[in-house]
């Protein structure tokens, strides 16, 4: 068991109402960090679950962008920032970046 930081000499020196305050505070800190601790390896775990149901892939007809998603012309009249506005220039360099 650890030792309280309200166990050492000078929280002894604190008396009535303050000497409470800190060892309940205190407690109620470690408590919370272990939860916390608690939440994120639940969710570490899920997380790994979900990976392993569905591994990442390489989609080479995603269309990528900041706005494309939610413009109202994406998939009607526009295909996309890289697809409609992207000059030759811009594709060599990203395929020279990407190698």
Known sequence: ?????????????????????????????????????????AAHDGAD???ALY????????IRGEGCVICPSYGISCEGLEREWWSEEEWDDFRERAG
């Open 49 to 51: 679950r979900l990976l």
């Open 1 to 41: 068991m650890a030792v309280s930081p309200c166990d050492g000499p000078a929280a002894r020196a604190v008396r009535g109402p303050r000497a409470r305050l800190l060892d309940l505070s205190t407690r109620y800190r470690r408590d919370l960090l272990a939860h916390i601790d608690a939440e994120e390896s």
């Open 55 to 62: 591994p990442p892939s390489e989609d080479a007809d995603a």
